[in-house]
């Protein structure tokens, strides 16, 4: 029999070598569409039972029968987990110190960011928009690990594929209100055309991650919107003017 695994493409980064995790692909999926791939949003308009088959490929995968995520919602709200969770808390951020637990986020441009103190085994995993990154999604993440034991000066953080600066032109009011939180953030953004500016997101995320005390962080390369054949992309599909977008997943486990 051929492993229902077989096909999948997640991404791995040597910072977390030790600890199982994977930035997924949409390669190796079983939707169809402009879904076409592993869509794993249950947000999503696909069919409910193939996004199931989705996510059933990525726990064989990660080596646990079920997935636990959060309801993500751009906030700056991290939860600690310790078990299989009865109902999906508004959250944006999860962590754990319990092994066999694979901790999920779903993005579609958004910054997926996996975290891991391999030495007093806690992991974690943020959803980072520009919202949540903004408000503080990353270092809750790091507060709610060190609630575990974890000390952020061990702490290795990876972020995973992400829309890049070319292709994120944001408007005057979006800088200002960058700049307003700090001016030094004036650094992340560049001219673009007709009077737009380019975010760069990830080296946003990043200056976040460092200035936290991270032991070492990095982010993969991969643009999601660029990347069709491998990404799904909420802005590309904006642009393409279809309907809805698939959501990739990233998953850690200890």
């Known amino acids: 029999m051929t492993p229902i695994t077989q096909g999948l493409s997640p991404i791995s980064s040597d910072l977390l070598t030790g600890v199982q995790h994977g930035f997924f692909t949409r390669i190796g999926g079983a939707s169809t569409g402009v879904f076409a791939g592993l869509n794993c949003g249950q947000g999503s308009s696909d069919q409910t039972e193939v996004v199931a088959m989705n996510r059933a490929r990525v726990a064989e995968v990660m ?17 600690i987990v310790d078990g299989p969770l009865a109902e999906r808390p508004r959250a944006d951020a999860l962590v754990t110190a319990t092994p066999g637990i694979a901790l999920i986020i779903l993005t579609a441009d958004c910054q ?7 030495h007093a085994q806690v992991i974690g995993a943020a959803h980072a928009g520009w919202r949540g990154a903004l408000d503080g999604v990353l270092e809750a993440t790091l507060d709610a690990m060190e609630a ?16 890049s600066q070319r292709a994120y032109e944001v408007g005057q009011e979006f800088l200002e209100r960058f700049i307003d939180d700090d001016p030094n953030n004036s650094r992340f953004f560049v001219n673009g055309a007709d009077g737009k500016y380019q975010f760069n997101l990830t080296g946003y995320g990043l200056a976040r991650l460092r200035a936290a005390g991270v032991a070492e962080a990095e982010w993969t390369g991969d643009c999601t919107y660029f990347d069709a054949k491998r990404f799904y992309s909420f802005r590309r599909a904006t642009h393409l003017g279809e309907a809805d977008y698939g959501r990739l997943i990233a998953a850690i486990r200890l």
């Not at 997926?112 to 391999?118: G, I, M, N, R």
């Not at 000390?151 to 992400?162: L, M, Y």
């Open 148 to 163: 575990l034991g974890a000390a952020r000066g061990r702490v290795r953080a990876v972020i995973g594929p992400s829309i």
């Open 63 to 79: 080596g646990v029968a079920d997935l636990v995520g959060v309801h993500q919602v751009h906030s700056a709200e991290a939860v």
């Open 112 to 118: 997926p960011v996996l975290f891991a103190d391999p």
